[in-house]
């Protein structure tokens, strides 16, 4: 079970990214599905989460009116919106799953999360 991101890149200062990640090997019907990032230097940080049993979502605070998630019509894929982009938003975002719904009981935590994608780069403009 895995993920593959993509839609990283260079991108300019208050622009618009959307980032996707397609689940290999499983659906996403049943899984509460998550997106990280990591800055160079950084920790790992939660960036916003989706429950699969009702629909909710949590956004890390620092971000939360700047980035949507959601999740696709196909049950394998999930999709993260980010707009009005900085430079704090350099970093490799990543795309996780976990199969209880209490990893989305707020803003993610890496821990509680088990599948996991390589990642995929966005870096901001100078």
């Known amino acids: 079970l895995s993920f593959v991101e993509s839609g990283g890149g260079l991108v ?4 618009s990214l959307r980032l996707s990640c397609a ?3 499983f659906t996403l019907e ?11 230097g950084e920790e790992r ?17 620092s971000l939360e ?15 993260l919106q980010i707009s009005s982009l900085k430079s704090d938003d ?3 975002y990543y ?9 989305c009981s707020g803003p993610p935590q890496a ?9 995929t780069h966005v870096t901001l403009s100078s």
């Open 65 to 79: 009116g700047r980035v949507t998630i959601s999740r696709g019509t196909t049950r394998r894929s999930v999709h």
């Open 111 to 119: 821990s509680d999360y088990e599948v996991w994608g390589q990642g």
């Open 30 to 40: 049943h899984w509460t599905v998550a997106w990280f990032r990591q800055a160079p």
């Open 95 to 103: 795309c996780a799953a976990a199969p209880s719904d209490r990893a």
């Open 45 to 61: 940080q939660g960036v916003a989460c989706s429950r699969a049993t009702d629909d909710g979502i949590h956004y890390a605070t």
């Open 90 to 92: 350099t970093a490799h």
């Open 12 to 15: 300019q200062p208050g622009g």
């Open 23 to 25: 689940a290999i090997g």
